[in-house]
């Protein structure tokens, strides 16, 4: 994935807000695609995924959007809350005769309370 | 335990030492991960099984970094001759099955000094 370094893109927003996170893929042969938040000192927590599809999945709280035509992954979180600061990553599976699961840089949330 | 569990939490080593991780999978998955992750990256894929055998290795980064799962459960991750550079977040997830959406642990933090 892109090397960031240090430096995570970050998205700052006020509590109770709805909060969207972007991110861009790279394999047209990925079939399937996770959001996953990471706190600090822990491992990444699976949110919610899409398959290629569909374009559209909702959670609790959260929606995920896929255009397959951009490449393109989004995650809305509505009713934005303190403990949903966290980075998030967006991963793709490859599907080319084994699953290999790849991350995105990631994206670092802070809510303002 | 519920989750993926992995041991140590953290290692300090000397260069040039040799280190294994350990990881246990959640109960029934049959597909195991190992990832490295640098501060403000995302994870990066190492290997994965599905079973016992090795079903894609393409993220080992050279030959002092192997790994083994020898009765399709639990796995060790072994790094030879550690270098500064070794220094990351170890991460080991699991699936039910090879498609599946994976799990994560809470990481080994290996320091080499």
């Known amino acids: 994935g892109e090397n960031v370094g240090l430096h995570l893109p970050t998205l700052s927003v006020q509590e109770g807000d709805n909060s969207i996170i972007n991110c861009a893929y790279s394999n047209s042969a990925s079939d399937y695609f996770i959001w996953y938040k990471q706190e600090s000192g822990k491992g990444p927590q699976f949110i919610i995924d899409?398959?290629?599809?569909?374009d559209k999945r909702q959670g609790q709280r959260v929606t995920v959007l896929l255009n397959k035509t951009v490449k393109h992954l989004s995650l809305q979180i509505a009713a934005t809350q303190p403990g949903d600061s966290a980075v998030y990553f967006c991963?793709?599976?490859?599907?080319?005769?084994?699953?290999?699961?790849?991350f995105g840089a990631g994206t670092r949330l802070f809510v303002k309370a | 335990g519920a989750g993926v569990s992995q041991t140590p939490s953290n290692k300090v080593t000397e260069k040039g030492k040799y280190v294994e991780l350990r990881c246990d999978p959640i109960?029934?998955?049959?597909?195991l991960y190992w990832y490295r992750q640098s501060l403000g990256q995302g994870p990066e894929f190492l290997i994965y099984?599905?079973?016992?055998?090795?079903?894609?290795d393409s993220g080992l980064p050279n030959d002092r970094f192997f790994a083994v799962r020898p009765e399709g459960s639990v796995s060790t991750l072994k790094i030879q001759r550690t270098e500064r550079g070794d220094s990351a977040v170890y991460l080991c997830?699991?699936?039910?099955?090879?498609?599946?959406?994976?799990?994560f642990g809470e990481g080994s933090w290996l320091t080499v000094v």
């Open positions: 899409i398959r290629s599809n569909m």
């Open positions: 991963a793709e599976r490859l599907n080319t005769g084994g699953f290999k699961t790849i």
């Open positions: 997830a699991s699936s039910l099955g090879e498609g599946n959406t994976i799990y």
């Open positions: 099984f599905q079973g016992t055998g090795a079903a894609d």
């Open positions: 109960s029934g998955h049959t597909a």
